[in-house]
């Protein structure tokens, strides 16, 4: 029976200490977004007018349209309990050069063949906000087929935009700022889980990984006891047997 005890915890502790460690590294590396855009509100927001990515969470300020009726909505956000999208729509700099624009959560209807109403903001116009990179999150299921905006996807994909978009397509989102021009609710966040949570994390993980060692340790050695007890009983019947 000691011999799968031992095994189960050979198998147990690797992973534990390697969730334990992968907390540790999600930590440094949140830690190290925070700083990166703490250290860009300090500075004046920057004109940027090309396809060009800024730095990550670096304040630019864009001047250039909305294209109207190109809204797309990222489905299944949930804000205060309320079921909703947010809302991006693409905005043209110049020479047919585009950047999305994350314009922040609208309400949705729980009826799902209704889709919002998207106030518009027309003319030429110049938006602040924070430059940053478009990351995969969890998605439902596939992106539906849609043959007119807005169009509603469970991932956004910046190739999808393009392909129902006249001008070329920036590799950077603009996260616009709540007072601009087209700004919905804001919900976006630099980091949605910070560092803390992660280091409380890995602090639970490495717990297990200790609690796993020493109930294997008091396991095998109540094992060896009993079996020196059964070993102890069983020769002492033997002796008992040979006088009788």
């Known amino acids: 029976m000691n011999w799968k005890i031992l095994l189960f915890s050979m198998l147990m502790l690797p992973v534990l200490l390697g969730l334990g460690c992968w907390q540790l590294l999600r930590a440094q590396e949140k830690a190290q977004w925070l700083q990166a855009y703490q250290a860009m509100q300090s500075k004046a927001p920057q004109p940027h007018d090309s396809l060009e990515a800024p730095p990550r969470y670096a304040r630019v300020a864009v001047s250039g349209d909305y294209i109207q009726e190109s809204d797309w909505l990222l489905d299944n956000q949930i804000r205060e309990g309320r079921f909703g999208y947010r809302v991006f729509t693409p905005f043209c700099l110049r020479d047919n050069a585009c950047v999305l624009v994350e314009r922040g959560w609208i309400q949705g209807d729980l009826d799902r063949s209704v889709l919002p109403r998207i106030p518009s903001a027309p003319g030429r116009l110049i938006l602040e906000g924070h430059a940053d990179r478009l990351t995969d999150g969890y998605s439902m299921g596939a992106n539906e087929t849609s043959m007119s905006a807005p169009y509603r996807v469970q991932t956004l994909k910046l190739e999808e935009v393009r392909e129902r978009l006249p001008g ?4 950077w989102v603009l996260r616009l700022n709540p007072d601009q021009p087209g700004a919905l ?29 020493a109930l294997t340790i008091w396991k095998w050695r109540r094992g060896d006891g009993d079996d020196k007890q059964l070993q102890a009983a069983g020769e002492t019947d033997i002796g008992t047997t040979g006088h009788g």
């Not at 070329?168 to 590799?171: E, G, S, V």
């Not at 966040?189 to 609690?211: C, D, I, R, T």
């Open 168 to 171: 070329r397509l920036a590799n």
């Open 185 to 213: 609710t804001t919900v976006w966040e630099p980091v949605v889980m910070g560092p803390e949570k992660h280091y409380g994390y890995a602090v639970q993980w490495f717990a297990m990984a200790l609690a796993l060692v």
